[in-house]
């Protein structure tokens, strides 16, 4: 079954017997499910036509997206670069590589996500819009895994840093902020703009204190009467005390700071400060760290996970890694309410907040269409040596098993399959019995792809599968009539069987028409002419032809006359031979000397013996003059040797 890039056709066949009324499949040779339907009552049968449809179902849908297409080519360099640069670096270094590589392959997901949004722009198509918007939120959700994943497990951040993270991934993820800061700045008026407090407070909401007060500053310019409660409002978002990366303060230090500047925020809002304008006092009542007056802002944070950051921003900013699941798992609780139940997606980004691995895994194997993304993963988080201690109860550890599933998957597409060859490699189990397995179902369409695959055989010595691949080349060659195609192939794959039988149609031929066909390939056979005896018969053959040609006659009828006395012809060929042998006997110089000659008479008695023994065929007027001839050409050459050879004694 050919491979294609657009979907197969309906496909119908003749009605199946009565008797078999149910579904039934098989899986075909590149993991196909054919499903075969029949109507369900003999009445609907009756009013209906009587060809029921086959529906081909493929394991793997994914490989034949254009979009994933391009994930599954970039991501497959960060793989391979991975497993090459293993053993390089340690400690810190090797975690900043392996961050490094994390981002590779998000950059990947987020470059996929922006072309299927394209393409769901440009698309007139309802349904391929639908698609592709469909596609984007799925890579979508993938890289807000993977960064999550990336912070928690790779990086491992501690207290104080791990929150700086989070806030990045939040702000990276939850983007709508600012398409609506653009809308209020275009206005006329910004700070009369209905959306200009939702941008301040999406801002603050994110920690981004510095965009806030940019924003804030056209209240003030705009607003004389309000100068006042913005210059302090100001003055505490640019007090906040927040940990950087680079920064050497304890937490100790970080928490008194924290707590002095909570204990201004709370003054103010007590003095009333922000009591005439509502929307800076909500502000202040975020500053402290309110759950209430957060959680009243869900629709402007759109996600539980948002209201998790938000929530450990201003009430919890030291918080440990390993308390992380308590809160998460409350801001689940107040976010969603008792009027929705979780998502696969609350599920996953849960389970990566209790740092269990092993489950983030199963439910994005569950949750996602294909093995890319957990494949991927998991190798990179056993390059962090994180999944040491799990192995599955056949043997192979998890990562590997992930890597021989997606792999596997690559294997159904025509192109895609080159780059599963690699994945194998690095599975050290079971990777070269899969890709042993595998690599005998792809279709040899053409010579080029054929040499494709021989190349990946040979270079990895899976010596069955180069002799597989060469045979069926060959067979493929002889089925269209180009023998020296075909002996190439089974030289290749030292068939001394195969190469006997080619052989033995080049000298059929050669009887039929005289002439060689393929006379480059036969002229360089080389030391491949020894790879049996009829391969080498044929080489010497053209030989001794090459020699006649160039009048090199004594080295040509000696070569000869070895070819009829080593037997290694065919005997129908000998007659062939011997009829060499006349034009020889007939030149004016003496060539066969007198043992010479009585050699060939011996091989011409043979095969006249051997003519009578069998009685196959009765002897024609044409072979009948021929071998008369020869016996003549060999009497008056015997006589003309002896008389040479006694006047040279004298």
Known sequence: MEELDVEPPLTLIPELNSEQKQLRFEWGPVEMLVCETLYGTTEQKEKRPGCPFVYVVRKDQDVYSHTLRKLFNESHGIFVGLQKDEKEKVGKSRTTQLVRVSKSYRSVIRACMEDSHQMAVSARDPVMRTQHSTQVSILSAMELIWNLCEIMFIEAAPAGPLLLHLLDWVRLHVCDVDNMVCEVLKSESPAKHENFWNAITIFVLQGRMDEARQLLSKEASASPASVSMCKIMDELMKKMPILSLGNTQTLTEMELKWQHWHDECQRFLQDGTFAANPHMETICKILLGDENTILEKKDLMTTWYHFLVTRLLYCHPTVKPMELHLYAQSSLDQFLGSESSPEPLDIILLAAFEFDIHQVIKECSIALSNWWFVAHLTDLLDHCNLLQSHNLYFGSNMREYLLLEYASGLFCHHSLWQLAVDYFDYCPEYGRAYLELHIERIPLDTEHKALKVLRICEQRMMNDQVRSVCKIMAMKAVRNNRLGSALSWSIRAKDAAFATLISDRFLKDYCERGTFSDLD??????????????????????????????????????????????????????????????????????????????????????????????????????????????????????????????????
């Open 521 to 650: 390939l036969i002229d360089n056979l080389g030391s491949a002419m020894l790879l049996s005896d009829r391969l080498t018969f044929l080489g010497k053959y053209r030989e001794f032809h090459r020699m006649y040609g160039e009048k090199q006659f004594f080295p040509a009828a000696k070569l000869l006359l070895t070819l009829m006395t080593a037997r290694i012809a065919p005997s129908s060929f000998w007659m062939t031979l011997l009829t060499d042998a006349l034009p020889l006997l007939e030149q004016k110089e003496v060539i066969f000397s007198a043992d010479q000659t009585y050699e060939l008479m011996r091989c011409l008695e043979d095969v006249m013996a051997t003519k009578s023994k069998n009685q196959t065929v009765q002897d024609d007027d044409t072979e009948t003059f021929k071998v008369e001839m020869l016996r003549l050409a060999l009497a008056r050459n015997l006589a003309r040797a002896i008389v040479k050879e006694g006047t040279l004694e004298e």
